[in-house]
């Protein structure tokens, strides 16, 4: 694990021409918004903390290497990067219908080692961590331990992959409010189970209700996401900010108030693309307009991004 190198207040910099026009195509898919709501974002995102290579079966793009991330992030004045790809550990096949990808992925862990080694043994123009995206299939089991958090620079629990139906305990009840509540419970009992550095991509409720983000969340009130994110903050979790996510205006919108309770439970925030492709890693502006909106900044992010 490395620790914060620094506070990263100076890296206040005016958004450029390109990244509004990013905004203004974000915001133009998006019937609440207007030209009005794009204005000068004065943080600028230099972190990415989820990236997938070609790796995890999902990704699918030979060019998603660890070389092409950072040559690419290098242009853009990046200070670090760490790579996320999924670790699985449960024997069920995990994608319905891509009967070619088995578990468990001890092939992967093993990988994602030897990625390690190399990256520490090799002089990139920015610092490169290497760590795993692992998950939570019910709440009596997760598929990380302490031994792997410190084999590792960082993981992340995500604690709503419930489109994998196959592998993910999907909840009783099926009404909006009964998965607001599912979700909320996975996401407790992963905070505290402390087998992850950063809890990914929270309150998205994936699967069956994947269109309907706002009618899940309205079920859970202010108190209880301000309980969930004090025990998230007090078990030591960062709290991701994830752009690919984001990137939908739905998400984006139902969001801002889990976020902005979030920063008022004193939560540290990580940021990440969560790309699986090489030609995804342009939406960074879009964590640096939200951060904006939810009154987040670059004091509230975790000591686990270098910057
Ligand atoms: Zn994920
Ligand atoms: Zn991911």
């Not at 390109?18 to 030209?35: G, I």
């Not at 998965?179 to 991509?201: D, E, P």
Request: with cysteine; aromatic share 10%.
């Amino acid at each position: 694990m490395n620790d914060a190198n620094g506070s990263g207040g100076s890296a206040v910099v005016i958004a450029s021409r390109n990244a509004k026009d990013v905004m203004r195509k974000f915001f133009e898919k998006n019937k609440k918004r207007n030209d009005s709501c794009i204005k000068e974002i004065a943080m600028k995102i230099v972190n990415d903390y989820h990236m997938h290579t070609k790796l995890s079966p999902c990704s699918g793009d030979q060019e998603a290497t660890i070389e092409n991330f950072v040559r690419v992030l290098a242009g853009k004045g990046f200070k670090s990067i760490c790579i996320t790809d999924h670790y699985w550990t449960l024997p069920e096949n995990i994608w319905e219908n891509r009967p070619d990808f088995k578990g468990p992925f001890p092939e992967t862990l093993k990988q994602i080692l030897e990625n390690k080694k190399m990256v520490e043994s090799t002089e990139f123009p920015m610092k490169v961590l290497v760590g795993a995206e692992i998950e939570t299939y019910s709440p009596d089991c997760i598929g990380g331990t302490l031994e792997l958090k410190e084999m590792l620079d960082v993981v992340l629990l995500p604690t709503d992959h419930f489109h994998l139906k196959s592998v993910i305990q999907q909840p009783d009840d099926h009404s909006f409010a009964g998965w607001g509540k599912h979700m909320m419970k996975f996401f407790i009992v992963g905070a505290k189970s402390r087998v992850g550095h950063v809890l990914a991509h929270p309150f998205v409720p994936m699967g069956e209700h994947n269109d309907k983000p706002r009618e899940v969340l309205d079920t859970i009130s202010d108190a209880e996401f301000f309980d969930a994110l004090s025990i998230a903050n007090e078990y030591g979790n960062a709290i991701e900010i994830n752009s690919g996510c984001l990137i939908e205006p739905i998400y984006y919108e139902s969001l801002i108030r889990p976020f902005t309770i979030a920063k008022k439970a004193g939560c540290k925030f990580t940021v990440g693309s969560d790309t699986h492709r090489l030609a995804t890693l342009d939406r960074y502006d879009i964590i640096a307009q939200f951060c904006d909106e939810c009154g987040i900044t670059e004091d509230d992010f975790s000591s686990i991004m270098i910057r």
